[in-house]
C-alpha cells in the first residue's frame, strides 16, 4: 500500500466519517431522539456506525485487491472503515469500546 497515493483519500475518509456524524448529531439536536428500530439491540447510534461500514461491505478477488493497493487512490475497503472509526471517539462512546485497536489511546486526528 503506497501511503503518499492513498493519503488524500485516508483524510477524506477521516474528515468525512466525522463531519456526517456532526450533521446526525445536529439532526437530533433539532428533531429530538431517533427512535430504536423494534427487534434490533442497537441504538440509533449504533445504526449509524452500521450504515456506515455498510458503503463499504465488499468481497473481491485477491488479484483485484492486489491491483487497487498498487494503483488505487483507496486503502482497501476494511481499513476505509476501521481506521477512521478507531480514530473518531464517537464510535468508542457509541459501542462503549474498551482500549483496543478499535479505540487507541492516541488517535489520529485533522483539526
Not at 440509533?44 to 487512490?73: A, D, F, H, M
Request: charged content about 20%.
Amino acid at each position: 500500500l503506497d501511503g503518499k497515493l492513498t493519503l488524500g483519500e485516508n483524510i477524506a475518509d477521516n474528515l468525512g466519517t466525522e463531519v456526517v456524524y456532526s450533521a446526525y448529531i445536529q439532526w437530533l439536536k433539532n428533531h429530538g431522539t431517533d427512535p430504536r428500530l423494534p427487534s434490533l439491540p442497537y441504538t440509533p447510534q449504533q445504526l449509524y456506525w452500521l450504515s456506515i461500514s455498510n458503503l463499504w461491505c465488499s468481497k473481491e478477488r485477491t488479484k483485484s485487491t492486489k491491483l487497487k493497493v498498487l494503483t488505487g487512490p483507496h486503502s482497501p475497503e476494511k481499513y476505509r472503515v476501521n481506521i477512521p472509526f478507531s480514530n473518531s471517539k464517537h464510535f468508542a462512546k457509541d459501542w462503549n469500546c474498551p482500549i483496543s485497536t478499535m479505540n487507541p489511546i492516541k488517535k489520529c486526528s485533522i483539526s
